[in-house]
């Protein structure tokens, strides 16, 4: 059974660094293709992916936001981190990580989100 | 355009079949994934690769693909399917994950 669970603040400052952790079970980065995600959702809004880390370092991140985050994994804790810096009033938003696969094949790659966690609300706010 | 563009929203009575659509010029390429969201929960996936269905999905959910636009459709509608839709997929490249602007299925 794979499951996914957020941690981290639930209120920063405008200028801060956010650091959220993904800490999930039931998969390992040992298997080929497996990656966990982030996602986020403002209120009302709808879903924007942040980034991605897939089990060989395969890392991808939103073009719009790739010079704020970081994602990282620690395989020994099966845990998954991403960072973002400066943080700001519009970077509100409940934050998802989810379970993915990616798929090679010789038209594309393809990836989706099949396991979420519950998500964590991140209020930027002075 | 790397986007995907869905209708805000669709309305359906109980019984009837939903169509949500989903166009971007990257589909044709790429394959369309869709996920269903109820209000205060985290999204769950209904289709992926255009048209597969996990395990535990009603048989009543559906996807196809054809040329810049992939569909969810959702036959004989039940109350427990009003939710947000969205799709997602990738860009042209696959270099990285693009989400729509989701559908809020309404039934009536």
């Known amino acids: 059974q794979i499951t996914l669970k957020e941690s981290g603040p639930t209120l920063v400052k405008p200028t801060q660094t956010l650091t959220l952790t993904c800490t999930f079970s039931?998969?390992?980065?040992?298997?080929?293709?497996?990656?966990v995600g982030w996602i986020r959702q403002p209120p009302g809004k709808a879903l924007e992916w942040l980034a991605v880390?897939?089990?060989?370092?395969?890392?991808r991140y939103g073009p719009s936001l790739k010079s704020r985050l970081t994602i990282t994994k620690d395989t020994s804790k099966n845990q998954v981190v991403l960072k973002m810096t400066n943080m700001d009033p519009v970077d509100t938003a409940t934050y998802f990580c989810a379970h993915s696969r990616i798929h090679y094949n010789d038209v594309s790659t393809y990836y989706y989100f099949d396991y979420w966690g519950q998500g964590t609300l991140v209020t930027v706010s002075s | 355009s790397n986007e995907l563009t869905q209708p805000p929203s669709v309305s359906v009575s109980p019984g009837q079949t939903a169509r949500i659509t989903c166009s971007g010029d990257?589909?044709?390429?790429?394959?369309g994934h869709w996920y269903q969201q109820k209000p205060g929960q985290a999204p769950v996936m209904v289709i992926y690769?255009?048209?597969e269905r996990p395990s535990g999905i009603p048989e009543r959910f559906s996807g196809s693909s054809s040329g810049t636009t992939v569909t969810l459709t959702i036959s004989g509608v039940q109350a427990e399917d009003e939710a947000d839709y969205y799709c997602?997929?990738?860009?042209?490249?696959?270099?990285?994950?693009?989400f729509g602007g989701g559908t809020k299925l309404t039934v009536l």
């Open positions: 990257a589909l044709p390429k790429q394959y």
């Open positions: 880390i897939y089990w060989g370092d395969d890392i």
């Open positions: 997602q997929s990738a860009d042209s490249s696959s270099s990285y994950v693009v």
């Open positions: 039931g998969f390992s980065f040992s298997t080929s293709g497996v990656g």
């Open positions: 690769k255009d048209s």
